[in-house]
């Protein structure tokens, strides 16, 4: 049995990422589950959405014409403001549409609710896991919604559509994740890491995504000191440095770290404190395969069908 194979915001170089269209196509081709970023909008409605304002390469407003940055927050809007904005293709002329240039677009796709995803992971044949990634911003609170509430809301709609069981709450900001097993002890929750690179002496690799060098700087800074906020008092320098053991610390069900980061020691290290193994973003072959030999549980994709392909050939 390999890793589940979890469609990243629904297959994000198959379909429009975050779309319900994307969904059902994971749906539709028998992954294990999505992936999928929620925040709250002004008037509390748990949406599905991956920046924390609205993304200018994949929004248009009225007229059809594509938003240019700086764009609203979604905080800022109500469900019905969010509704009237088409999210099915990208701006032609961006690079986003040439990084993603075999992407099915579908126009007249609207940002969806959280509980318009559960009703669509609910008609696959099989259990459809849905790894809903509490997007709160650890760098400026005002950019997001204030993470317990966002982590009250979303528990709350799961219970209500009686889909708890079936989530893997993840995320890098952590506070919204303690919430979580706060108020729903059983919730799975595998907290993300960021990149160790991001943390080390020199320049992190590009392909890493680092921010921009002042806030690279301010979050080493935090870690430094033993007081990211992200943390929830559980930097891992409060825990002999091991980012692992402040994850189980934390309370965590699971460790979610960038694929970089794992390898056979960081593997034995949650096995033996119990945590289960998630990663994200894989696309290649050969990194899938590798992540598949070492034997973690769920990898995240924007290319479920390579992976799909990959499990029945290993």
Same mark, same amino acid.
């Given at each position: 049995m390999g890793p589940w194979n979890i469609a990243h915001r629904g297959g994000a170089l198959l379909r429009t990422e975050n779309t319900l269209a994307a969904f059902a196509d994971a749906v539709r081709r028998g992954c294990d589950g999505a992936e999928l970023d929620v *925040?709250?909008?002004? =008037?509390?409605? #748990?949406? %599905?959405?991956?920046?924390?304002?609205?993304?200018?390469?994949?929004?248009?407003?009225?007229?059809?014409?594509?938003?240019a940055p700086p764009t609203p927050r979604i905080k800022d809007l109500t469900l019905a403001e969010l509704r009237?904005?088409?999210?099915?293709?990208?701006?032609?002329?961006s690079a986003y549409a040439r990084e993603h240039a075999k992407v099915v677009w579908q126009d007249d796709e609207c940002i969806p609710l959280l509980e318009e995803v559960i009703a669509v992971a609910k008609t696959a044949r099989e259990r459809f896991l849905l790894f809903v990634e509490l997007k709160t911003s650890y760098t400026n609170r005002s950019e997001g919604a204030v993470p317990e509430e966002l982590a009250e809301r979303?528990?709350?709609?799961?219970?209500? *559509?009686?889909?708890? =069981?079936?989530? #893997?709450? %993840?995320?890098f900001d952590w506070p919204g994740l303690v919430h979580v097993k706060k108020i729903a002890p059983d919730a799975q929750c595998w907290f993300s890491t960021m990149p160790e690179s991001w943390f080390k002496d020199g320049v992190p690799p590009p392909e890493h995504d680092p921010?921009?060098?002042?806030?690279?700087?301010?979050?080493?800074?935090?870690?430094?000191?033993?007081?990211?906020?992200?943390?929830?008092?559980?930097?891992?320098?409060?825990?002999?440095?091991?980012?692992?053991?402040?994850v189980r610390a934390a309370g965590s069900d699971g460790w979610n770290p960038m694929w970089v980061d794992i390898g056979e020691e960081s593997v034995r290290e949650a096995r033996e404190l119990g945590l289960k193994i998630g990663t994200w973003t894989v696309?290649?072959?050969?990194?899938?395969r590798w992540l598949a030999s070492l034997g973690i549980d769920a990898i995240c994709t924007d290319r479920p069908d390579v992976m799909a392909k990959l499990t029945k050939t290993d």
């Amino acid at each position: 049995m390999g890793p589940w194979n979890i469609a990243h915001r629904g297959g994000a170089l198959l379909r429009t990422e975050n779309t319900l269209a994307a969904f059902a196509d994971a749906v539709r081709r028998g992954c294990d589950g999505a992936e999928l970023d929620v *925040h709250l909008s002004r =008037d509390g409605e #748990v949406v %599905v959405h991956h920046d924390y304002r609205l993304k200018p390469d994949l929004c248009r407003g009225a007229g059809g014409r594509w938003f240019a940055p700086p764009t609203p927050r979604i905080k800022d809007l109500t469900l019905a403001e969010l509704r009237a904005f088409d999210v099915g293709r990208a701006d032609p002329a961006s690079a986003y549409a040439r990084e993603h240039a075999k992407v099915v677009w579908q126009d007249d796709e609207c940002i969806p609710l959280l509980e318009e995803v559960i009703a669509v992971a609910k008609t696959a044949r099989e259990r459809f896991l849905l790894f809903v990634e509490l997007k709160t911003s650890y760098t400026n609170r005002s950019e997001g919604a204030v993470p317990e509430e966002l982590a009250e809301r979303t528990v709350a709609v799961l219970k209500e *559509h009686d889909y708890l =069981d079936h989530a #893997v709450f %993840v995320g890098f900001d952590w506070p919204g994740l303690v919430h979580v097993k706060k108020i729903a002890p059983d919730a799975q929750c595998w907290f993300s890491t960021m990149p160790e690179s991001w943390f080390k002496d020199g320049v992190p690799p590009p392909e890493h995504d680092p921010p921009e060098e002042a806030t690279l700087r301010m979050l080493r800074a935090w870690a430094r000191e033993g007081n990211s906020p992200w943390a929830a008092g559980h930097d891992a320098i409060r825990h002999g440095g091991s980012l692992i053991h402040a994850v189980r610390a934390a309370g965590s069900d699971g460790w979610n770290p960038m694929w970089v980061d794992i390898g056979e020691e960081s593997v034995r290290e949650a096995r033996e404190l119990g945590l289960k193994i998630g990663t994200w973003t894989v696309d290649d072959p050969d990194e899938i395969r590798w992540l598949a030999s070492l034997g973690i549980d769920a990898i995240c994709t924007d290319r479920p069908d390579v992976m799909a392909k990959l499990t029945k050939t290993d």
